[in-house]
């Protein structure tokens, strides 16, 4: 058996206890009500020499201690409760980074602790120089006494030992902080009742850890704020560490080493079902369990509803269907019996000659009447005989595929429009056989498509459209232009230049001749009309033009041919000579 020292668990003296405590303390000795919410290990010892002569009482509220007495705090700091599942803090799954750091959990520095020194793996208390081997995230390490402060993580608290005895030591703040979990107690050790299971949504719920709103996030690690918070499963409410917004929560060391878990659910548009997720080497896994899905005949229940076989009314009516060796035939779903569904189709059965489509092909005692005339009905008759009605009307086939259309007239396939064998080539002849179809032949001869070059042939040889080049010299497409000769050339239509006559379409040239492919050589024409009262000019479009002399009505004149007679001035008047008078001679 192991000794008491090494199974006993501590008890330890939550900080609201040794709060009450003092605060007890202060009443019997002063008479006052003062109490100092903030008050430590310090604080409290102010009080404590005041009570040596009355140590049975002392003795009293330290017994008093060793109990259960975290109380879960049921208003915050609104008096309003909040579900976690639709709060914020729906990412309650968070990470533990700021609290599982080895190095900052211990002493400080990076130096590895020896055996039995605080931070060491242990298993027994035996193992620890303190005599105290501890929960933290990352498993059980020894402990060690304290005053007051302790590494970063680690609270100096008051546990007792095996003699009654109060002793402190650093105890770790988080162990189970952000854990996956089940009930609160998952969340508590050493008789704690503070710390909260809170359900997250279908992820499962996982631990918080006690704080007080009033300090803001000073009693919660790094990465976690202080809220308060109600559990969606159990609407306990309390002030809880819970990770800031957007983080998530992975597996601690001692969450793997324990396989910790947590229920979860798996909801889809059939149900939601129960599932674990569980914490392994990988991290916590996805939930663990059934995957809801539409009820169907089995026996089970599909989609988690507590009932096995209850088929969604929206699905009674739908099609189903009979089948074996002789055919398939359909119905309608009508609900299940014995884990079976149930549908309306007949079981196909044989055909016989009864007036009906036993197998569900469609077809009334089809074959046992077949006279093989597609222009005729079969059927059979009340007594066993068979009825043939011929057909008028229908399309058949009357073995020549030659025939386009075939169509049934009274009970005989006539053959209609015989088939078009035409394939548009014009170097192929063509043909239709009875029993082959078209057919089509090469043509050796005759003319085929135009490849619109004047220099080539179009003609058929093997089959085959060909354009052999015509002689050299032949006239090919006159483009229209006087000033080039239009003939074929290795095959091709040349416009070669030549030195005709041409018009220039210019009334002031003479002589227009063709130079390299245009109307460009010509001589101008010369116009003069012999009148001195006109200006002789050329317009392309008019040819020859004889203005007035802009000179005539400047007040002087354009002199012009004398008419032999001094008493006239001979001068322009507009294109014409005027001879003007010249006053007082004679």
Known sequence: MRSH????????????????????????????????????TISCAFYLWRIVMRLVFALFFITACSGESDVSVQGGADGHSID????????????QADTTNETDLFDGSARAPDPGEFGYPCIKNAECNAGYCIETPNGSVCS????????????????????????????????????????????????????????????????????????????????????FLTDAKTKVSGEQCVPKSGATCSCSKRATQLALSTDCTNKNVFGVCSGSRVCKPEGLTNCIGQIPESE?????????????????????????????????????????????????????EPEVCNGKDDNCNGKTDDGLCDDGNVCTTDQCNTDGSCKHTKLTGPLCDD????????????GVCKGGTTLDCDDKD???????????????????????????????????????????????????????????????????????????????????????????????VSLPKVCNDGNACTIDGCEPAKGCVFKPNPFSNDGTGVPCPEDGNACTNDICK??????VPIPGCN
């Open 5 to 40: 020292k090494e199974t006993q668990l501590p008890i330890v003296l939550d900080p609201h206890l040794e709060d009450l405590f003092c605060f007890l303390v202060d009443i019997w000795l002063t008479g006052s009500e003062i109490l100092d919410t903030n008050r430590g």
């Open 84 to 95: 976690v599942s639709t709060d914020a803090h729906d990412a309650l799954i968070a990470t």
């Open 144 to 227: 060690k006494t304290c005053s007051s402060d302790c590494p970063n993580g680690f609270k100096c608290s008051g546990v007792s030992n095996s003699s009654t005895d109060i002793v402190f030591i650093c105890l770790s703040m988080f162990n189970r902080l952000c854990d996956p979990c089940k009930e609160h107690k998952d969340c508590n050790e050493m008789n704690k009742i503070g710390n909260l299971c809170l359900r997250v949504g279908n992820s499962g719920s996982f631990c918080g850890a006690q704080c007080f709103i009033s300090n803001g996030d000073a009693d919660c690690p790094n990465g976690y704020t202080c809220q």
């Open 296 to 348: 169907s005949c089995n026996k089970l229940d599909d989609n988690c509803d507590g009932e096995t076989d209850n088929i969604d009314a929206s699905a009674i009516g739908a099609g189903c269907k009979q089948s074996n060796e002789f055919g398939t035939c359909l119905g309608m779903f009508t609900g299940c019996e014995k884990g079976q569904p149930l549908c309306s189709a007949v079981k196909p």
């Open 399 to 410: 073995g020549n595929v030659c025939t386009a259309v075939s169509e049934c007239a009274a």
């Open 426 to 520: 014009a170097c192929s002849t063509d043909w239709c056989d009875p029993f082959t179809g078209c057919n089509h032949k090469p043509a050796s001869d005759g003319a085929c498509l135009d490849d619109g070059n004047a220099c080539t042939q179009d003609v058929c040889a093997n089959g085959k459209c060909t354009h052999p080049k015509v002689k050299d010299g032949n006239a090919c497409l006159d483009e229209g232009n006087v000033c080039t000769k239009d003939v074929c050339d290795n095959g091709d239509c040349s416009h070669i230049a030549n030195a005709s006559p041409c018009n220039d379409d210019n009334q002031c040239t003479l002589n227009d001749t063709c130079k390299d492919k245009t109307c460009s």
């Open 574 to 579: 507009g294109a014409v000579c005027a001879h």
